[in-house]
């Protein structure tokens, strides 16, 4: 039997899916992980134990599938963590994820010295405290003795594959998304560097997302099976979903996203946007919010107190009306990426009446979610004609999520067979580095209608969400 293997890092679980060359799912195993946060805003994860599930998932599909052992394997991966390793390879940090907001001040600091323009525009990335350029600064001056003892700063995927390989490589892709690789040049930038106090040799080699590994260690039974670095998850989503360039793909896992894969390298001016290079003259121009399902989750762990499980609430919002009865949700829970840039926004639920039940919490919540998405994509819309949403992620189970995405961006949305798409992605992108035909696209299962009647009460809906931002937006802090 022939089977492609895809294992997709991500924030809260690692998926390892084993796929058939059409996309078609043989075998999958998941192991769900923590984030912890020690202090308010801190969001932090073990690298040891992340490592560890992604190794187990792997033995687990090895086990299930044997004797058959896969034709390949290739990486998907969340960006923009960041873990001091010693010269041994062992974490002397935690790994500091996309969610922590720890680097705000450094980040403010650049804005008010009119610096951030520059970091822009040579790097693609907004500056925020997400990007692991500030987050080294931030080390820099309050924990030094990591800063001052650490071998190499590393993201999460360079630590499974110095586990794995014994080596340091990141793929561009993911080099793209730390705020310290040139965008043009698709190196570490010399200057930004020096900013940081570091050198080019305290961070992993480049490589591009087809480089080829060897002989992992961990698994003597694949020691002739080309292990692929692969790419950052929101480049695998996209790539999974669609072959179609300057088609919109839609995220929502723990986080949201919105992406553009495009032929030129695009700066947004008011950089509401970053831009990433991912191969051969492609790249991925978007926007992330800090803000998915974990809205829902809160609500049910923190809100509500409630045992039931997510996929409860999801059910119980379709006995709301659209628009929640005027309810209006700023789901800035844990701050704000794209397009605000802002980690010290917060989350509102604005308009609450005494008729207000929590059916229409939850779907404010929901579409609260959907209206970030939205308001990431104005930039997009200005240069791309998009047509067509494809949906990927935890989400995509979800027909309520799937028809208020579609009715507030008025756009079909379209739900491929494997909403794993990060994960096939990845495997997609193994299959052409091997030169190996991939049968078919990705089989669409549904495609979801805007509602024009329903479209107009979102319009007025992203409205009002606009002016709370911007009325708002004073009292962040």
């Known amino acids: 039997m022939e089977y492609f293997l895809g294992i997709d890092i991500g924030t809260t679980s690692v998926k390892s899916v084993a796929f058939s060359s059409t996309g078609k799912t043989i075998c999958e195993h998941a192991i769900s992980y923590?984030?912890?946060?020690p202090i308010p805003d801190w969001s932090e994860q073990d690298p040891e134990e992340i490592a560890e599930s992604v190794f187990k998932t792997v033995e687990n599909i090895l086990r299930d599938l044997s004797p058959h052992v896969p034709r390949l394997c290739c990486f998907s991966s969340a960006m923009h963590s960041l873990i001091a390793v010693d010269k041994n390879g062992r974490a002397i940090s935690p790994s500091i994820i996309w969610a922590d907001n720890r680097a705000n001040e450094m980040a403010a600091r650049i804005h008010r010295n009119n610096q951030a323009n520059r970091f822009y525009e040579l790097t693609g990335l907004p500056v925020h405290a997400m990007s692991p350029f500030c987050k080294l600064l931030w080390l820099r001056e309050n924990q030094k003795d990591i800063f001052n003892n650490a071998y190499k700063f590393i993201g999460i995927k360079e630590y499974v594959f110095l586990k794995l390989f014994g080596i340091y490589a990141v793929?561009?892709?993911i080099a793209a998304a730390t705020g310290l690789m040139n965008g043009e040049t698709r190196r570490w930038d010399p200057w930004i560097l020096e900013q940081t106090g570091i050198s080019e040799n305290r961070l992993s080699a480049i490589t591009e997302i087809g480089k080829i590994f060897y002989s992992p260690g961990i698994f003597p039974s694949l020691k002739n099976t080309p292990f692929i670095i692969g790419g950052s998850d929101g480049a695998m989503a996209n790539i999974g979903s669609t072959d179609e360039t300057g088609s919109l793909v839609i995220t929502i896992g723990t986080s949201s996203a919105a992406r553009l894969i495009i032929n030129t390298r695009q700066i947004d001016p008011q950089m509401r946007t970053f831009c990433y290079y991912i191969n051969e003259n492609k790249w991925l121009v978007g926007g992330a919010s800090n803000n998915g399902g974990i809205v829902l989750q809160w609500l049910q762990e923190n809100f509500f107190n409630s045992k039931e499980d997510v996929s409860?609430?999801?059910?119980?919002?379709?006995?709301?009306e659209p628009g929640s009865g005027g309810l209006i949700f700023l789901p800035y829970l844990m701050g704000e990426r794209a397009p605000l840039w802002n980690a010290d926004a917060r989350g509102v639920l604005f308009g609450l009446r005494i008729h207000h039940r929590q059916a229409d919490m939850v779907r404010a919540s929901m579409e609260g979610v959907v209206y970030c998405l939205y308001a990431i994509s104005q930039s997009l819309f200005e240069t791309t004609d998009v047509q067509n949403i494809y949906a990927s992620g935890g989400f995509a189970r979800s027909e309520l999520w799937l028809q208020i995405l579609s009715d507030i961006f008025n756009l079909p949305v379209i739900v491929c067979d494997t909403i794993e798409?990060?994960?096939?992605?990845?495997?997609?992108t193994g299959m052409k580095v091997l030169g190996i035909d991939i049968s078919a696209k990705s089989a669409m299962s549904k495609t979801y209608y805007p509602n024009s009647s329903v479209h107009s009460i979102y319009k007025k809906g992203f409205k009002k969400f606009q002016r709370l931002n911007e009325l708002l937006k004073g009292e962040f802090d």
């Open 34 to 37: 923590p984030i912890k946060h």
């Open 312 to 320: 409860f609430f999801l059910n119980q919002a379709l006995s709301a």
């Open 171 to 173: 793929d561009v892709s």
């Open 421 to 428: 798409n990060s994960a096939w992605g990845a495997a997609k």
